[in-house]
């Protein structure tokens, strides 16, 4: 596919100074490397960090700034940064109170991150971690829960990073991720599959009238395809999976995150959105909290993810609704 770049080999480090240029009132890049680190990094709090590869945006160096990620490590496109970048990011950020890695839970970039932290450890810092697995699609060999760090990652930084900016202690932030992760649910299908920069062909094929039900962030297919049918059909199917995962009742509360994954116009994710209102209502749930946009992306694939957070303190709310200031949330 036609792609406005220039060489595909150029693609991360053109694609960093693109964003550290636009958004250098919040944000630089250390030369050389993937690490784009906040210019307003707050003293006396546990640094947050998060990352990954590229080809995710506007995850996650959409959500470095005051309040938020003190840095994001890139790497290629869906391919984790080194445990070294990562190392030297926690050299940088480190502010005293330790740091907490939030790693998406995927063999290579779990690898990446844990090396990492047992680098800082052994040169004295204090680092910890929260492992996103938030994917509650199924393995179409196995028919095994996935549990892949998808795009409910983003409702983890945003409580984690809230947290740790009002003085939370990095014990008590890991035990707090913990919590949110175990009520947060994730489920993405796509319309059409992803491109690499340089690719001739799509990750997967997808007939022209299907949709493909589980995919990853990383340009994975799903597991199971069928035709589309409409928007209201796609969010009852949604809806039912993720209720699946918690025992809801009138008046439980919701936190939901609509995410497009490249290429999904807004008018069809708000479309998708309203469908998801009205159903919901039905069931009499509480949506106290929504964000609808494109917020961790596959590229260029065309398609929408739909995470549900279970609220279950009210701090939560307090956490997702403190003012940020990056470029994305």
Known sequence: MKKIINRPSDVVTQLLNGIAFTHDHLLARVPQTGILYSKHLAEKTVSIISGGGTGHEPAHSGYVGKNMLAASVNGPVFIPPTAAEIFQAIQLVDQGQGVLLIIKNFEADVASFLEAERLAIAAGHQVGHIIVNDDCSIDSHNFKKRRRGVAGTVFVHKIITAAAHEGMALADLISLGEQVVLALNTLGVALAPASKPGAHAPHFELGEHD???????????????????????????????????????????????????????????????????????????????????????????????????????????????????????
């Open 211 to 329: 949709i493909s039900f589980g995919i990853g962030i990383h340009g994975e297919e799903g597991y199971r395809e069928e035709p589309f049918v409409s928007s209201e059909v796609l969010a009852n199917e949604l809806i039912n999976k993720l209720k699946s995962q918690y025992h809801l009742k009138p008046g439980s509360r919701l936190a939901i995150l609509v995410n497009g994954l490249g290429s999904t116009p807004l008018m069809e994710l708000f479309i998708f959105t309203n469908d998801v209102r009205r159903l919901l209502a039905l069931e009499g749930y509480d949506v106290c909290f929504k964000k609808v946009g494109n917020y961790m992306t596959s590229l260029d694939m065309q398609g929408v993810s739909l995470s549900f957070l279970e609220i279950k303190d009210d701090k939560w709310l307090d956490y997702l609704e403190m003012p940020v200031e990056t470029y994305s949330w």
